[in-house]
């Protein structure tokens, strides 16, 4: 079946302007998660979802980032003013139950972004 | 395609053991390994991040080792405390956007 699915795949955008980015996880999976990684640093957990409850944003490192996920299944990420520290690649995760089992993580590709 | 294998599946020590976490891996064409810790509920945190020219990495009592050639790494943790209980991931990256994770390792250190 469908994996999870993330994009554009590569945005490159000038620094300042704003910029979406969006996941479209596995049907039916209740909990999502964005992650970022830039170059040579670890993955960096940015914003958690699970069902109907309040996302977990506690990862999200300024206020110039926020992230909706609309009826529980396709999630966008926008960055606001975007800042060269913010190129890194852009990962989404769906989980297929309540449980949050890392190894039912499914990632996307991720969203590869360049601010320039 | 790679695949990422990680003994034991869980664990229980108590507190103050030492303990090593195992990580294998099938391609050694990696950038990089890392390894992860995640709590019940929570996003993945990175732990410690080894690029395919390094040996090692520690942090604090956490030691990394790699052995691309053999595909292998190791997570030792010195001096176990409760609060490191949590399920480990160790994670390589092959190319720019992919990760493969392993299957964890849920340690439990006993007070």
């Known amino acids: 079946g469908a994996g999870v699915s993330q994009s554009p795949s590569n945005k490159v955008t000038e620094k300042g302007k704003d910029v979406e980015l969006r996941c479209d996880p596995i049907?039916?999976?209740?909990?999502l998660y964005w992650y970022r990684q830039s170059l040579g640093q670890g993955l960096e957990f940015l914003i958690y979802?699970?069902?109907?409850?309040?996302?977990?944003k506690s990862g999200l490192p300024s206020d110039r980032f926020s992230a909706e996920r609309t009826g529980g299944s396709v999630s966008t990420l926008t960055i606001q003013r975007t800042q060269q520290e913010d190129s890194a690649v852009y990962l989404c995760?769906?989980?297929?139950?309540?449980?949050?089992?890392?190894?039912?993580?499914?990632f996307g590709p991720g969203t590869r972004l360049t601010v320039t | 395609k790679q695949e990422v294998t990680q003994i034991p599946a869980a664990l229980s020590v108590p507190e103050g053991e030492n303990l090593v976490l195992n990580c294998s891996f099938t391609?050694?064409?990696?950038?990089?390994l890392q390894w992860f810790r995640q709590d019940p509920g929570k996003g993945l945190t990175s732990l410690l991040l080894?690029?395919?020219?390094?040996r090692e990495q520690t942090s604090g009592r956490l030691n990394a080792s790699l052995d691309k050639s053999s595909g292998r790494s190791t997570l030792y943790i010195a001096a176990s405390q409760p609060g490191d209980s949590a399920t480990y991931l160790c994670a390589v990256t092959p190319g720019a956007n992919n990760l493969f994770f392993g299957t964890g390792t849920r340690l439990t250190v006993i007070p």
């Open positions: 080894i690029q395919s020219s390094q």
């Open positions: 995760a769906s989980v297929p139950s309540a449980s949050g089992r890392v190894y039912e993580q499914y």
């Open positions: 049907s039916g999976h209740t909990a």
């Open positions: 391609d050694s064409a990696i950038y990089n």
């Open positions: 979802f699970q069902g109907n409850s309040a996302p977990d």
